[in-house]
């Protein structure tokens, strides 16, 4: 068990609704393919922060946390990562017509989605960060570490999945009600400058 349990569902579920890169992610994927866009994101996502918190277990996430070189690394190829999906989204935006109906992906396309979640959630340095400075308060004393520190990281992986199918829900209906009034085509360009803006504000972080 967790050391105030009631006090870690609080910050888990501020955590979840803290729109961040993986919000902006799972709704530009959603508007793409639809809630199995979003699912598959989120699942890249999931894996993501799991790594993480292992990591945090073994001491790495302690280490990237500590060491500037690692966390600018990974800040720049995070903030790298995200301005390149924030311009495909712009440059999809501006094609002739956004607004048709899009082919159901097949297998390759959902391996896509995965990557492009796993890969954002792995090249997040504020993640180490949180898993440093957050977990270790819930982990009761003289009690081994892993365990409570995969149900915490289960805790947010499972808030995280229902809160970006109900996203995904609401982006999807609202790009059908919308296809064929430009408004596809602004919604891609709104989520592609989340994402730039994103990736640009994560290039300057600090810890």
Do not use: C
């Not at 979840?16 to 890249?44: D, E, F, I, Y």
């Not at 094609?95 to 992906?105: H, T, V």
């Not at 199918?165 to 790009?175: K, S, Y």
């Amino acid at each position: 068990m967790l050391r105030d349990l009631p006090a870690f569902l609080l910050v888990a579920l501020v955590v979840v609704l803290t729109p961040g890169p993986a919000t902006a992610l799972v709704l530009r994927n959603a508007m793409h393919g639809g809630p199995r866009a979003a699912w598959a994101t989120s699942a890249g996502n999931s894996t993501g922060i799991f790594a993480w918190a292992t990591a945090s277990v073994l001491g790495i996430s302690a280490l990237v946390a500590a060491s500037e070189a690692a966390f600018v690394v990974l800040k720049v190829g995070g903030a790298a990562v995200l301005v390149w999906f924030g311009v495909q989204s712009l440059r999809h935006a501006r094609r002739e017509r956004p607004d048709l109906p899009r082919q159901e992906p097949g297998r390759s396309g959902h391996r896509d989605w995965y990557r492009q979640g796993l890969l954002t959630s792995f090249a997040n340095p504020k993640l180490a960060v949180f898993f440093v400075a957050l977990f270790p308060q819930f982990v009761p004393d003289g009690q081994a570490v892993l365990g409570p520190t995969v149900l915490m990281a289960a805790i947010i992986v499972t808030m995280d999945l229902v809160w970006f199918t109900i996203l995904a829900v609401v982006v999807t209906r609202a790009r059908r009600a919308m296809s064929g009034r430009g408004w596809a085509r602004r919604l891609e360009a709104v989520s592609g400058s989340v994402l730039v803006a994103l990736g640009v504000r994560l290039a300057f972080v600090t810890r």
